[in-house]
């Protein structure tokens, strides 16, 4: 869900670098050849989120959904000079636009796409991580936060798409409404947990921005 008025984010979007050639092509294609095309982060968030990487400067980012590959390449634009991306995703049929579409990113040698269910990899990856994207299952949020927290360097960050859940997280939550209950059991979670700094920006569906101290 968007929560800025249609005008205010044609404002913003004016305002804003453009998407790359690549970035435009691929939402394209994402809209018209893939399901549910707004799981992609878009020009907006894709602007914010490479904008947070050239902020950081990460040697290693960890990206939990990749889905198209839209955010994945977004990410990559700020990696550092030797700099890694280890993209997840468990969606084999991605694979044909994936392979496609990482390979022609400018950061396409420093983006490794692993295939499989995400709470089985992590374990395996290495330590020392600067940024982690969490864009995956939400039933998994909280899982995915225990997974990371300690693969994570001290000041390196975490950050949460979809925690407003299209608003949902802010009504009285159904108890049947898994996906709700467990975003909002995240955003508890992270906001009473004492080895974190953390700030919730309201941006398209809500990014949880997470520091670790
Ligand atoms: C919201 S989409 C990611 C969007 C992408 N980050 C972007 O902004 O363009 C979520 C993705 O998570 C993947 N996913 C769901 N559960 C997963 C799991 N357990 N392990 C790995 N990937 C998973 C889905 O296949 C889907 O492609």
Redesign the pocket.
């Known amino acids: 869900m968007d929560f800025l008025p249609p005008k205010i984010e044609k404002y913003a979007l004016e305002n804003s670098s453009p998407e790359t050639e690549l970035l435009s092509e691929l939402n394209r294609e994402?809209h018209l050849k893939i399901l549910?095309p707004r799981?992609?982060?878009?020009h907006l968030?894709?602007r914010v989120?490479s904008m947070i990487s050239y902020m950081i400067r990460p040697s290693l980012i960890l990206?939990?959904?990749?889905?198209?590959?839209?955010?994945?390449i977004?990410l990559a634009e700020g990696l550092a000079e030797n700099g890694k991306l280890i993209?997840?995703?468990?969606?084999e049929e991605?694979t044909p636009v994936l392979n496609k579409f990482l390979k022609k990113s400018p950061k396409s040698n420093q983006i490794e796409l692993l295939i499989?269910?995400?709470?089985k990899?992590i374990t395996d990856l290495p330590n020392n991580i600067d940024l982690v994207?969490i864009?995956?299952?939400k039933e998994?949020y909280s899982l995915y936060f225990d997974l990371v927290i300690d693969k994570l360097r001290p000041g390196g960050f975490i950050l949460a798409?979809?925690v407003l859940w299209s608003g949902k997280v802010a009504e009285p939550i159904k108890m049947n409404d898994k996906s709700t209950l467990e975003i909002s059991a995240f955003n508890k979670k992270i906001q009473n947990d004492m080895r974190v700094e953390n700030v919730l920006l309201p941006i398209r569906d809500g990014i949880m921005m997470i520091r670790k101290k």
Not at 39 to 42: A, D, H, I, T
Not at 63 to 72: D, K, N, Q
Not at 87 to 91: A, K, M, S
């Open positions: 994402t549910s799981m992609l982060s878009g968030q894709g989120l990206e939990i959904g990749t889905y198209s590959g839209y955010s994945a977004c993209t997840i995703d468990n969606n991605l499989g269910d995400a709470t990899l994207f864009d995956a299952d998994n798409d979809n």
